[in-house]
């Protein structure tokens, strides 16, 4: 008798276990397919993506051949187009634009529109682009706008570009004949850690002319005294 309960158990069970597989089909197959289509889905957008960064190095070589051929023209149109685009030689692009602008059109305010947009993208190129820019507009600039402009860099948690950054406004109150604003930041420049070797070199050289003008200056007055 035992025997035969345990059968109908084993049926029961089975029967059971059909109608579980009957429910449960459905939703496993889709699982499958879903995974499967993922898959295929993933392979598809890693080769788009994969197209895209091949068509987007196409572009940017054949701007790089245009200007290697001083084809500036030619040149500018490729690399601006890819300067406005999505393309992540975007930033990149803009610092040829600028180059082509500056050296192949002269056209000096075309370079700056170029490199001031290529600083409002994100990452180290684009603090670049900003140093650039400021380079080229110092001369119209006071101590505090330029300052102003470059807050991004002084204000940013890495060295690399900030003490450029500071070499530069220095050099510019020096230029306005601001010597204590200029000699205090050569200064900071000069005993800094983090500087480059050749940063603080151009600062102390910078404060050597500084202290022979302050020498000449204390000699005129002297011999203005005597006379």
């Known amino acids: 008798m035992s025997d035969i309960f345990e059968e109908v158990d084993e049926a029961l069970a089975q029967d059971k276990s059909l109608q579980i597989w009957r429910v449960v089909r459905p939703f496993v197959y889709g699982g499958v397919a879903v995974l499967v289509i993922g898959v295929g889905a993933w392979e598809f957008m890693k080769w788009q993506g994969d197209q895209s960064q091949n068509n987007e190095a196409t572009a940017f070589y054949a701007a790089q051949t245009a200007l290697e051929a001083n084809d500036y023209v030619a040149a500018e149109a490729l690399f601006s187009e890819i300067a406005n685009s999505n393309s992540a030689y975007a930033t990149l692009a803009g610092h040829y634009l600028a180059q082509v602008e500056l050296s192949g059109l002269g056209d000096r305010a075309a370079a700056i529109e170029a490199l001031d947009s290529a600083a409002g993208q994100d990452g180290p190129m684009a603090d670049i682009a900003l140093m650039k820019s400021a380079y ?25 570009l900030v003490y450029l950054a500071e070499e ?60």
């Open 168 to 227: 530069l406004i220095a050099s510019r109150a020096y230029q306005l004949g601001d010597l204590a604003e200029a000699r205090r930041r050569f200064e900071m420049i000069s005993f800094s850690l983090d500087a480059s070797d050749s940063v603080k070199q151009r600062a102390q050289q910078a404060l050597a002319a500084l202290d022979t003008l302050a020498q000449l200056d204390g000699t005129n007055q002297t011999n203005g005294v005597t006379q």
């Open 136 to 160: 080229l507009q110092a001369n119209a600039l006071s101590v505090e706008e330029l300052e102003t402009m470059l807050a991004p860099i002084l204000d940013s948690d890495g060295m690399t």
